[in-house]
């Protein structure tokens, strides 16, 4: 499959404003290499693992999306700020979104397919005008639960003020370098690395699980997503907070929330029994002794 073949990209209206948006984020981005600093890349390498881990890793995704464990809500509140400064909208867009991709997985309804194409499937989708949004008809019913809380209904409407208020602090720490590498070009890291999840881990990897579609595991968009590119495993088992099976699958994200569950602060870790396509045979995974569910 070749990314731009027959993109649905091309077809669809472009939001002009969320496309300019975008494209000024990037142009940031590569500001930040003209204005390098050792203290700007070490505080841009700290909030990717802060935003990308624990925000949408932890938070928005294994937590919000799946309900694969629960959290004090002190816990799970943090973990959306922390998820609302990837950029990548409020909960109800995000967790929305993401329930209906599984749903509907490489079929109509899918909002990111890589069938409709693989730049579609990356950005395509979000610079599209018909881009799902917080209080769209079609999004709704799939945030039912968030909803029914006020915190994450406060959020999802005014979820840009947290990266605002980081921007803030980040320039009287350090001025433009710390804003220019710990906002643009950290965000622009970030966004690209959870759009590969989209689109390379349906275009490109290996399937352990028979899923019937066109999920795949990454090692390499694993890397960039703290685990998250285990995706043909995630999608055999999505309520599972464990995407990486195996010991060599690195899944920093599963190890936080070992970490969180010896404070006491995750419990109820949903660890299903799994099936290899390939040997028939059952394995229950060792790295937690957690009640199965």
Not at 39 to 45: D, R
Not at 46 to 64: A, K, N
Not at 131 to 159: A, C, E, M, Q
Request: charged residues 15%.
């Amino acid at each position: 499959m070749r990314i731009f073949r027959h993109d649905r990209t091309f077809t669809e209206p472009i939001s002009v404003a969320t496309t300019l948006f975008m494209l000024m984020f990037h142009i940031g981005a590569v500001a930040a290499l003209f204005m390098f600093s050792w203290k700007a890349v070490g505080v841009a390498l700290l909030l990717w693992w802060i935003v990308g881990s624990f925000g949408i890793g932890l938070g928005y995704h294994r937590l919000l999306t799946h309900r694969g464990y629960k959290t004090p809500k002190w816990v799970e509140y943090a973990l959306t700020v922390c998820g609302t400064m990837a950029l990548e909208g409020g909960p109800f867009f995000w967790v929305g979104t993401h329930r209906l991709h599984h749903q509907n997985t490489d079929k109509e309804g899918d909002p990111h397919s890589p069938r409709d194409g693989g730049f579609w499937a990356h950005m395509g989708w979000i610079i599209s005008g018909r881009v799902l949004h917080n209080n769209s008809s079609g999004l709704l019913p799939y945030v039912s639960d968030l909803r029914k809380d006020k915190f994450h209904t406060w959020i999802s409407r005014w979820h840009w003020v947290p990266i605002i208020g980081l921007a803030g602090i980040l320039f009287v720490l350090g001025g433009w370098k710390y804003v220019m590498w710990g906002i643009f070009f950290r965000t622009v890291i970030g966004l690209h690395a959870t759009w590969l999840v989209n689109s390379a881990t349906h275009m490109w990897g290996s399937q352990r699980f028979a899923t019937g579609d066109t999920s795949t595991n990454s090692f390499w968009v694993a890397i960039l997503t703290f685990g998250e590119g285990w995706h043909n495993n995630h999608h055999a088992h999505p309520q599972s907070p464990r995407h990486g099976l195996a010991w060599y699958e690195f899944d920093l994200n599963w190890y936080e929330i070992c970490v969180l569950r010896m404070l006491h602060l995750a419990s109820d870790i949903k660890l299903p029994r799994l099936q290899s396509r390939h040997s028939g045979s059952t394995f229950v995974p060792k790295a937690s002794n957690t009640a199965q569910s």
